[in-house]
């Protein structure tokens, strides 16, 4: 479902003047914090070594392409067999970021969908400085 049908469906789209508030949910500026859950598979060789990398990569932020992303938290919920299973919470996220980092550390995600949007009301986001992440 679209943000500005799910805004629309929830009564929300008609209080803010040209989808205002949707933009400011997911606008990556606004730095709304977003919580995902990520099943991801883990090579077999060096399973506890990569885990540590890849929660290292969040924790610390990591250059991708040609800037390095914000510091997120991160939390390993649980690991079976070839499979973990992480909770991770981003302030900024660009296009394909958590993908893109477990990808950095030679992990494929199998599942990646998000459980939590910030709850803010439109008034009260800040924009991020332009120039830092």
Known sequence: MRIN???SEAGLGSRE??????????HPEYRCEKKYTAIVTVPKIDKSRKIEQVMRFFKCGTKLE???TLPAEIK???VEGDKAKFSIIIKKGRKSQIRKIFEKARMN???L????TENRK???FER???GRN
Request: glycine letters at 16%; hydrophobic letters at 40%; proline letters at 0%.
């Open 5 to 7: 049908q799910f805004l």
């Open 17 to 26: 003047n040209k989808g205002d508030f949707g933009l400011k949910i997911v």
């Open 66 to 68: 040609k800037s390095k």
């Open 76 to 78: 390993l919920v649980g």
């Open 109 to 111: 995600v199998a599942d």
């Open 113 to 116: 969908f998000r459980t939590r």
């Open 122 to 124: 439109a008034g009260e």
């Open 128 to 130: 991020g400085r332009k």
